[in-house]
């Protein structure tokens, strides 16, 4: 079992820059895939980012790439998002999840969801 949460949304400026954080519960942290998803207003929720167990791969979604960083410490349990140059289009709820898959871009691979944190880009 393993628990997600999500820190670090708020409301900001287009242009501006928010790093999002997902710290996860239990010992096999290291083991999981990670990934962020997001969901706008009366869209379905969709692929961001992923990276790999340790970190070697990431993939992003093409509208992120170039903006967006994900990264992960698995000392500390934790994975990132640092998110540049944001738009309005990036409002969204974000969300961290976990995957035993070594990275997936698809949400059927993952098995553990947090809650979500708001992200708001204001014009």
């Known amino acids: 079992q393993v628990q997600l949460v999500e820190s670090g949304g708020g409301l900001v400026q287009t242009g501006g820059s928010l790093r999002l954080s997902c710290a996860a519960s239990?010992?096999?942290?290291?083991?999981?895939?990670m990934g962020w998803f997001r969901q706008a207003p009366g869209k379905e929720r969709e692929f961001v980012a992923a990276i790999s167990w340790k970190g070697a791969s990431t993939y992003y979604t093409d509208s992120v790439k170039g903006r967006f960083t994900i990264s992960r410490d698995n000392a500390k349990n934790t994975v990132f998002l640092q998110m540049n140059s944001l738009k309005p289009e990036d409002t969204a709820v974000y969300y961290c999840a976990a995957s035993s898959s070594r990275i997936g871009v698809v949400q059927r691979e993952y098995k553990y969801w947090g809650q979500g944190t708001q992200v708001t880009v204001s014009s």
């Open positions: 239990g010992r096999t942290f290291s083991s999981y895939g």
